[in-house]
């Protein structure tokens, strides 16, 4: 199995900036990729930003030009940097991952999720 543990939640002002960390564990063989997504209440779960092994990113429209997502790839971490916070961005960020397990398994796991508030 893999495991994704989150780090970085909290409460912020609006106009600060908050960075989240994820880590994968476990029977890892390979990850494809990696990213964030946010589920604020009464709403759907929504991408925030992923990124791929090949290097490619896609950031949710409400977020272009202010999150940044960056992977260490040797770590199995994946960082997401957020700036100019609004209060709309108050949601539990969830990290997910794909790839191969060490049994050449597919896997898809997700996070158990951290909130992030944004209120004065």
């Known amino acids: 199995q893999v495991q994704l543990g989150e780090s970085g939640g909290g409460l912020v002002q609006p106009g600060g900036s908050l960075t989240l960390s994820c880590t994968a564990s476990?029977?890892?063989?390979?990850?494809?990729?990696m990213g964030w997504y946010r589920q604020a209440p009464g709403k759907q779960r929504e991408l925030v930003a992923m990124t791929t092994s090949g290097g490619s990113t896609n950031y949710g429209d409400s977020v272009k030009g202010r999150f940044t997502i960056s992977r260490v790839n040797t770590m199995n971490l994946v960082y997401l940097q957020m700036s100019s916070l609004k209060p709309e961005d108050t949601a539990v960020y969830y990290c997910?991952?794909?790839?191969?397990?060490?049994?050449?398994?597919?896997?898809?796991?997700w996070g158990q999720g951290t909130q992030v508030t944004v209120s004065s």
């Open positions: 997910n991952a794909w790839g191969y397990e060490s049994n050449w398994k597919q896997f898809a796991s």
């Open positions: 476990g029977s890892i063989f390979s990850i494809d990729g």
